[in-house]
């Protein structure tokens, strides 16, 4: 609907432009792309509403899309801001490997894409890949996690959806730390494809099978708020339950005491930043700074959580 | 970082012999034998710490490393210009300023039962805690990586090979640590590392690549 509604307006603005170049609006600095997954997670909302509040202080237009996460879909919305005429696409893409194509057929036909959270695998299509350092987020988020059990214990793990590079690059990152200490045993590990509702259920038959289970770690926040409610329906408050996001319903949880921490992407300071390289790109065509950058992830505790808001950490 | 040398290699190599048939044998090159993408990056992070990390890395410690007081008084004056004269920034927003340093202290605490088995040391002579030295085998951090302006996140495939590397410094130098068995509080140690630093007022976790014990 969003879509619809400014492509009209978009298309609307090209016509009216066209028969009237001399038109006020017509001297706006065009329209950016800004192509999310889905905004039912608050992660993806706070980008595009990041990336948009930026453009729109710089002086363009916005066009907002998501893909759901389907590299076909991503796609056609790339067909669609390449047929209007956009200046420049932000992107959190759907596919480190998928989505080099998209981007390339963007930049063939003179459109600069700036990647934000994801990275993809090919360097030299997109302008800037300012990335999510989720590997070093998902060590800070263990380290945590092995503090709190005390270095032993059974856990288990909720991974992310699988077509996600980030899920496995969280998985991993969590592996990194843990399997390091021999006491801390891996008894479950299953996919709940970063879902609320799923991760209640397979936390529900995760502890039903290892009643034993001391902590689970969740490659999200809306996982870790599945396992929350399961483990609270069950009476396992005493498990031990950390996420990955930095969202504020587990912000919330924190601070009464029940999930036990989570690492913030800085999600909407990243979108700014990338629509600033673009703003510096078409003006001057260049960022000067270098294709890909990392960005760092923070961990949230009970030491630091009310400082947080809508995937930003106040000073 | 070496792929796009051997493809153009092979590639000048097919584009001059084309009678000729590639074999893979076992005695190719080192980076030619790291199969590409994420199943070659043990391969290729081996290689990489073979070539750089008594070559370049520790001789570039051993070089820079400050004493810890001059370290404190530079950063007193400023992290960034700090950092600037003296230390390394990782990639990114948001990055830590990484440095070498070298000491000498007493130890107030230890805790050698963690896997991540850490000395708290006081190196001005107050009886208090002014910096923690990580001992292993748990090496909590990427400031080896970090401290080194070689180290570039850009060369690398994606986070993963280049948190890899970070993981294959930190194993290598826990690796090489002597602790000694018995407590260690009261005992003057001294040492050489790496400690990174995102605010001024951070607390020092230093990475040890030479300890010694005073006996």
Redesign the interface.
Do not use: C, F, S, W
């Given at each position: 609907m969003n879509l619809n509604r400014r492509l009209f307006v978009g298309s609307l603005a090209a016509a009216v432009s066209g028969i009237l170049p001399t038109l006020s609006f017509a001297q706006g600095k065009g329209t950016i792309a800004i192509i999310t997954p889905s905004h039912d997670n608050p992660f993806f909302k706070a980008e595009a509403d990041g990336a948009a509040a930026k453009a729109t202080e710089l002086g363009y237009e916005v066009m907002v899309l998501v893909h759901d996460d389907d590299a076909n879909k991503q796609n056609e919305l790339f067909d669609s801001a390449i047929a209007a005429g956009v200046k420049a696409i932000i992107l959190d893409n759907a596919g480190?490997d998928a989505s080099v194509a998209a981007v390339q057929k963007a930049k063939d036909a003179g459109i600069p894409s700036f990647l934000i959270d994801r990275?993809i695998?090919a360097?030299g299509v997109a302008v800037s890949q300012?990335?999510s350092?989720?590997?070093?987020g998902a060590?800070l988020g263990a380290?945590e996690f092995v503090k709190l059990m005390g270095?032993a214990g059974d856990y288990a793990e909720l991974i992310g959806k699988e077509s996600d590079t980030n899920a496995g690059?969280r998985s991993?990152?969590y592996h990194?730390?843990i399997d390091?200490?021999?006491d801390l045993k891996i008894v479950a590990s299953q996919t709940a494809n970063w879902s609320q509702t799923e991760a209640y259920t397979v936390m529900e038959s995760m502890l039903q099978a290892n009643p034993s289970i001391k902590g689970v770690i969740s490659g999200n926040d809306t996982m870790a708020m599945g396992a929350w409610a399961a483990l609270e329906a069950a009476g396992r408050t005493d498990v031990i339950v950390v996420g990955f996001d930095g969202s504020n319903d587990v912000r919330d949880s924190i601070i009464k005491g029940g999930i036990k921490a989570t690492v913030l992407q800085?999600a909407y300071a990243?979108a700014q930043?990338a629509v600033s390289q673009a703003d510096t790109f078409l003006a001057s065509g260049a960022t000067g700074v270098?294709?890909?950058?990392?960005?760092?992830c923070?961990l949230i505790n009970a030491d630091n959580a009310s400082k947080l808001e809508t995937f930003a950490l106040s000073a | 970082m070496h792929r796009p040398l051997s493809v153009t290699l092979c590639l000048l190599v097919a584009l001059a012999l084309p009678g000729c048939k590639i074999v893979k044998t076992d005695t190719e090159g080192e980076n030619a034998a790291a199969a590409a993408g994420e199943a070659g990056d043990d391969a290729r992070i081996a290689a990489l710490l073979d070539k750089t990390y008594d070559a370049e890395l520790l001789p570039l410690i051993a070089t820079n490393a400050m004493p810890v007081a001059d370290l404190r008084t530079a950063i007193a004056g400023g992290l960034e210009a700090a950092g600037a004269a003296h230390g390394n920034k990782g990639s990114g927003e948001g990055a830590a300023w990484n440095f070498a340093v070298k000491g000498e202290g007493k130890v107030v605490e230890a805790n050698l039962t963690s896997r991540a088995r850490k000395a708290m040391l006081d190196t001005d002579g107050d009886g208090k805690t002014d910096l923690t030295l990580q001992l292993g085998p748990v090496i909590k951090g990427s400031s080896l990586r970090d401290v080194a302006p070689f180290y570039r996140f850009g060369d690398f495939r994606d986070q993963i090979e280049f948190a890899k590397l970070a993981r294959a410094l930190n194993d290598q130098a826990s690796a090489a640590l002597v602790v000694p068995e018995g407590e260690l509080a009261g005992k003057t140690i001294s040492f050489s590392g790496t400690v990174d630093l995102k605010a001024a007022g951070d607390a020092w976790l230093v990475t040890v690549v030479t300890l010694a014990v005073a006996p």
């Open positions: 480190a990275e695998t360097t300012i990335v350092n989720n590997y070093q060590q380290e270095e690059i991993k990152g990194d730390v390091q200490y021999p800085p990243q930043m270098e294709e890909k950058q990392l960005m760092d923070v | -």
